[in-house]
Antibody
């Protein structure tokens, strides 16, 4: 069974940093692209960032470009999202999601999410 | 700035049929956008229903179907059931590794 589990969420002050992790099991991690999607309270989901299966390709929404960095460690079956210069509008539930057979097929299996709160 | 538009809400009777659409603020949606569809209930992670326009994700019942209708992607629920009451989001792949979520449609079954 494919499983994804996010961790690392919490309360951070504006301007601060946080690193999210997503550990996966049940599939060959190195064969799939991965994504981070967030959802602010009462809003729809927003795609944040994606990464190719090898890690050689990384992609970002304009809203986070230059502040967030996606990475992966295929030896540890783990996806990361380093978030710097956090703003109030970055507060959300952050989901990691496995890409489909092809990266451009979108998200396939999702984790339960981890909550990021940005407040002083 | 790509804006992906969906109907804000739909109401459908149990056993009825409803078609949700997913359009672009400028331009037409085609299969080259690889439209995908997701179902979400409050407090839960999204669930993948459809990808590559019309391919059902594993375990998704065949009352859900995807297509291109005119210049939009579409998700049709045929024979709606009570537990289909959810928010539905489409996603378009706009190239260069970038995805855009639609504005979402709230479906009520009553």
């Amino acid at each position: 069974e494919v499983q994804l589990l996010e961790s690392g969420g919490g309360l951070v002050q504006p301007g601060g940093s946080l690193r999210l992790s997503c550990t996966v099991s049940g599939f060959t991690f190195s064969s799939h692209g991965m994504n981070w999607v967030r959802q602010a309270p009462g809003k729809g989901p927003e795609w944040v960032s994606g990464i190719s299966n090898s890690g050689g390709g990384t992609y970002y929404a304009d809203s986070v470009k230059g502040r967030f960095t996606i990475s992966r460690d295929n030896s540890k079956n783990t996806l990361y999202l380093q978030m710097n210069s956090l703003r109030a509008e970055d507060a959300a539930v952050y989901y990691c999601a496995q890409s489909g057979y092809h990266y451009y097929y979108g998200m396939d299996v999702w984790g339960p999410g981890t909550t990021v709160t940005v407040s002083s | 700035q790509t804006v992906v538009t969906q109907e804000p809400s739909f109401s459908v009777s149990p056993g009825g049929t409803v078609t949700l659409t997913c359009g672009l603020s400028s331009g037409s949606v085609s299969t080259t956008y690889y439209p995908s569809w997701y179902q979400q209930t409050p407090g839960q992670a999204p669930r993948t229903l459809m990808y590559n326009t019309d391919t059902r994700s594993s375990g998704v019942p065949d009352r859900f179907s995807g297509s291109i209708l005119g210049n939009k992607a579409a998700l049709t629920i045929t024979g709606a059931q009570a537990d289909d009451e959810s928010d539905y989001y489409c996603v378009l792949y706009v190239g260069s590794g970038i995805f855009v979520f639609g504005t979402g449609t709230k479906v009520t079954v009553l």
